[in-house]
């Protein structure tokens, strides 16, 4: 006989399911202010603090307070709250295209905004992000045409990518945002070998990294984090942290007890936790961490406390495993709310020129669809050419393709 109980295998459980609420608890929030602000050269070991707090500059009523809070000019600040808005307005609307059926699939950003947004406005125009399909807030606040994001989410004639990817999954080299993958985590380590490329060449220019928490599960986060750590590769490693992957809840991809952000200290990566639905705190995060890749001090690991407010994808319906009302008492708010109550608490903005600001986005959006249905749309038989299925496979077409393409008739 065994002096010991059996033993049981421990399967995580998020707290709230469809008829009960969560208990945020687990969170392990921190008031405004809190957290120090080393200086950037700190050693890796030493933000292990700073990993398992959080970093909030936005307080209750919408001050900036604490360490990490610096006079934001007006401009930049408003600059970042109209890429927040456009990219909800143009998610809502494209929601409701996918609906209608012009479109095959659609995945918003509802409550992240702030993120891609805010680092998007701390890096340099020419810093490269390896994107998941959650941060279109990149391509918006670095203006990327409106109507031809829609031609690509159309597969219409004038899509970008012809037809060949799944709508969300965008390329844009020009503005610094990598190919999006359908297969999760790959795009950290590429973010990793560009930002070694960049410092073998000497370049000054910076790569950004992005992940959500389920996908650190994979084997290519692990990865990455030891090659950036071995090479002090000038990289800043985003983890969204929004609290959900698909129907999965965080604590099953190992965040049960332990923030993300402490696995950056296991690999001598510093690491900060930061409340992702702060603008102003995404914004000094994501500029101290920069300033740490370009002063070739090495990578940082970031997690971004936040909440994934709508569906998974336009394929899901979350009412299936969490509360219907979950993103209403989430802690940390809404992102666009919290900066404009700032920006009202400031006397730089007004609930009427939010109202004014919202209806030219909407008339933006609506104008940059109707400009890219002109060009056809999911449904409608405007479809890029069959026969340039066959481009790009390869540099050039091998023979075996141009039969295929001829067996085609094309
Ligand atoms: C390698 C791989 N495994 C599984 C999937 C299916 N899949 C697509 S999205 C997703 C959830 C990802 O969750 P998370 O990383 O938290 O990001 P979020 O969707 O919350 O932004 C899964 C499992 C995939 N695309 N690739």
Redesign the pocket.
Known sequence: MSDYPPLRLHVPEPSGRPGRPTDFNYLQLCPAGRAEKPPVDVAPVDTRELATQLIRILDEDGCAVGPWATEEAPDLLLQGLRAMLKTRLFDARMLKAQRQKKLSFY?Q?LG?EAIAVGQTLALRPDDMHFP???QQGILIAREAPLDEMICQLLSNARDPLKGRQLPVMYSYRDLGFFSIS?????QYIQAVGWAMASAIKGDTRIAAGW??????A?GDFHAALTFAHVYRAPVILNI???????S?F?AI?GGEGITLATRGIGYGIAALRVDGNDFLAVLAASRWAAERARRNLGPTLIEWVTY?AGP??TSDDPSKYRPADDWAHFPLGDPIDRLKAHLIGRGLWSDAQHQALAAELEAEVAAAQKAAEAHGTFASDLAPSAADMFEEVYQDLPPHLRRQRQQLGK
């Open positions: 995945m950003c992240e998941t399909y959650r359908g297969n999760l985590g790959t992940i959500g928490d389920g996908a650190t994979e969204v942290n929004n609290q959900w992957a698909i999965t965080q991809a994934r998974h994808s």
